[in-house]
Nanobody
Framework: QVQLVESGGGLVQAGGSLRLSCAAS????????MGWYRQAPGKQRELVAT???????NYADSVKGRFTISRDNAKNTVYLQMNSLKPEDTAIYYC???????????????WGQGTQVTVSS
């Protein structure tokens, strides 16, 4: 069984910073892409950033230049450094990871439980 556990959310003033972490644990043979999504009240879940196992990154236009995704493969952990936060960044942030639990097994996408980020104006 695989689990993703997020941490680092909270309340911050506009212009501030937060760092989210997401650690994968359990039956893990390999991890391919990892990423962060967010869902604001009344809106659909949207992509924030992704990172491949080789370190290639992709960002939503709304966060480019402000957010940085990174990962520590030895710790099976992905991070999201969020700077210059805006009230419109307020949302529940979810991490995901494409994980192969055993060699030759299919890769499945797993999700964390979400962590609340609130940016006050």
């Amino acid at each position: 069984q695989v689990q993703l556990v997020e941490s680092g959310g909270g309340l911050v003033q506009a212009g501030g910073s937060l760092r989210l972490s997401c650690a994968a644990s359990g039956r893990i043979f390999s991890i391919n892409a990892m990423g962060w999504y967010r869902q604001a009240p009344g809106k659909q879940r949207e992509l924030v950033a992704t990172i491949t196992s080789g370190g290639n990154t992709n960002y939503a236009d709304s966060v480019k230049g402000r957010f940085t995704i990174s990962r520590d493969n030895a710790k099976n952990t992905v991070y999201l450094q969020m700077n210059s936060l805006k009230p419109e960044d307020t949302a529940i942030y979810y991490c995901n990871a494409d994980i192969q639990p055993y060699a030759l097994y299919a890769i499945n996408r797993y999700w964390g439980q979400g962590t609340q980020v609130t940016v006050s104006s």
